[in-house]
Structures are given as C-alpha cells and as structure tokens.
C-alpha cells in the first residue's frame, strides 16, 4: 500500500513539474483570445503534466477510497 | 459534462480551448460561421453530452465486464481497478478521437475554412498532429481531456459484485 502510495505522489509531483516547466517555456500570459499563447513544447508539456496530475489525484482518490472500505469492514 | 466544460477552461492555464460543444454544432447544422452561434454551440453541447453518455453506458455495460474477463489484474472491482478501466476506456476513445473524428470529420469539414480564408498552417492533420494554429499539443491537449472523462468516470462508475457467482 505504501509503494502505490509513493507511486502516485511521484506521479503527482512528475506531473506538476511537468506542468510548471512548460507554463515558463510557452511565451506570453494565458488568454481566451483565439489562439492564444503558442509553443508546441510548452504546451505539450502543460497538457502531459495535467494529464499526469488528473490521473494521479484519481489513484489517490481511488485509493483512500479502498483504505476507507477495508476499515468500515 | 465535467470535461465538457474543463475543456472551455484550456486557455486559462495556456492550453488550446477544446470546444467541443461548437465543433459537434458544426458538424450537425453545417454552421462555417466565425464566430458560431450560440443555437450551434447548445444543439452541440447536447450532441456532445449525449455521446458522453452512450460512451459511458458501453464502458458499463460492456467494456469493463469484459476488461475485467480478458486481463486477469483487472478482475477485482476495487474502486483503483474500476479507476483503470475508465482510464484505459478513456486512452481508447481518445485514440479513436485523435485518430478517427477530430481529421476525419472536423478536418474535412472545417479544414478547407482554416487553411483557406483564415490562412493557418493546417486544418486537422493525421492524428491530430496539427489543428489549426496549434502543433502536436493539441493531440497531448485530447490527451487531458479524455483523461478527465476517463478518471471522472472510472472513480464515479464502482458497481458492486452480485451476490451469488459473477456471470459476465
């Protein structure tokens, strides 16, 4: 259980660097002006990092979720 | 819906805006109006739903039990299994979007107005590889949003074993 658990923080914190250095790497402010700031890497590696982060606060979710059902039983 | 609307949300966090409510409007009303209407935009929204929905009751009715028979580590119905399933379902759809609807048929539809009047490098290109303006981000783009679909879904999607034997 502990291993998971390591596993989806170092998904969460790959995730948020991955986030941050692509937030610095793509130019300008963000804007809901058409198109907006556009940098291929920046923006790949702030839509990676999201996806890592998504996928690793569900783990966590998923998995206080088990902890919790396997203590009520 | 969750995704839905997290994809309008992109350009806040300097991502391209994933809207796919317009694009499914398009598609249905043939609206090449820039910018489109806002009768496009919720005939889409309740396309787009609409297709939430079904692709969600083929992964519960369908998808899942069967993951559950073919891959032996995806038998158990723990909510972090029934989380990878909707994961997995979500990289699925994800491929068929990047691969299938996104050039297919927005590409052909709205490719020719991108790359004509608008003059931008592309409209849709293979695997959406290029969407407009934006390069291969927006592929890693669909990426985030189907994983949002996939997570939302995998955590909310958590059906209980029947009581006697299992028969999938």
Known sequence: ?73 | MLATVTGLWFPGVKLPQFDFNTLNGRLALGDLSFPASSTTFIVGGIIHMTDGIIWALIFGLIISPVLGVVIKPLRPMTPTVNLMKGIIWGGALWIISSALWMPLLIGAFLGPTLTGPFGLPCGVGPFLTCFGPYGVQALFTNLFWHMIWGVNLGLLFNPMRAAGRVRW
């Open chain 1, 1 to 73: 259980m502990m291993r998971a658990l390591m596993i989806d923080l170092g998904l969460l914190v790959l995730g948020i660097i991955l986030a941050i250095a692509g937030w610095f790497l793509t130019p300008g402010a963000a804007s809901f002006q058409f198109p907006g700031p556009i940098n291929v890497a920046g923006q790949s590696l702030i839509a990676l990092g999201l996806t890592f982060i998504v996928v690793a606060v569900g783990l966590l979710l998923a998995g206080a979720a088990e902890r919790m059902m396997s203590a009520t039983e």
